[in-house]
């Protein structure tokens, strides 16, 4: 099935993202990768990633006019990673979520995708929020 | 140190309210057995997850007895105990997070669970 080129890179975000295991040389497993769908069935899990799409705005600078004209767009995607420490850990909190902090951006970060079909989208990081 | 009153209640209104109201779950300790428990359920509508912005999540609440046969305080763990239970009374069952305890009074755990 084709998918349109946001939903290809969304996709590929969730795809990157559940990459990160022990097994691939991170730190840690991360426990799954969501995005929210209607019904909200997720739960809240320590290394749980939710991933959620932002708007989209044209991107005036990297489009341009002809037959067929390219037409660019950023679109925001917001990972949101949960630590849940154990009630009884008394380690620092923000030494914790520091750690995950840097592996999630260094997975996350893409490079703008070949154009296809007349269209060219990329994506940028917006924030990261533990 | 617990009230005449809260001792009152704990001892004769919690075991009522849970044989009357309740409803089975299976409450998982991150670290331990799960296990069989009767709780009494609030379904709330779809909430806000106000830590992740605009993401709808489920939210119950969840009383427990304080005790042995429920959860007890110092084993409650809400960095990984989960419950299985149904979002829709009757529905399917489903583990969800513990990640709140409301409240502790009484003799009952009030736990949010998403």
């Known amino acids: 099935m084709a998918y349109t080129v946001i939903e290809s890179i969304a996709r590929e975000i969730v795809s990157r993202l559940e990459q990160i295991k022990i097994a691939n040389g991170y730190a840690f497993n991360v426990t799954s990768v969501i995005r929210p769908n209607r019904n909200a069935t997720w739960t809240p899990e320590d290394r749980l990633i939710l991933v959620k799409q932002g708007d989209s705005t044209k991107n005036e600078s990297l489009s341009c006019p002809g037959n067929p004209p390219a037409m660019a767009f950023d679109t925001t995607f917001e990972l949101c990673g949960f630590v849940r420490t154990s009630d009884f850990c008394s380690k620092e909190y923000e030494s914790i979520e520091n750690d995950p902090v840097l592996r999630l951006s260094k997975r996350s970060r893409l490079k703008p995708p070949t154009p296809a079909c007349g269209t060219r989208s990329q994506v940028t990081q917006s924030s990261l929020t533990l | 140190m617990p009230t005449r009153f809260e001792q009152h209640l704990r001892r004769t ?73 149904a979002l829709r009374s009757g529905g399917d069952t489903s583990l969800r997070s513990i990640v709140q305890l409301l409240s502790d009074a009484n003799g009952f755990l009030r736990l949010l669970v998403q």
Not at chain 2, 63 to 85: F, P, Q
């Open chain 2, 13 to 85: 209104v919690v075991p009522n309210l849970v044989r009357q109201f309740g409803e089975s779950a299976e409450y998982f300790p991150c670290n331990g057995e799960s296990r069989a428990i009767e709780v009494l359920v609030i379904r709330d509508p779809l909430s806000i997850a106000s830590e992740v912005g605009e993401v709808l999540v489920n939210a119950l609440v969840v009383r427990v007895k304080n005790a042995s046969d429920g959860i007890t305080a110092d084993e409650l763990d809400t960095g990984g105990d989960k419950l299985l239970i």
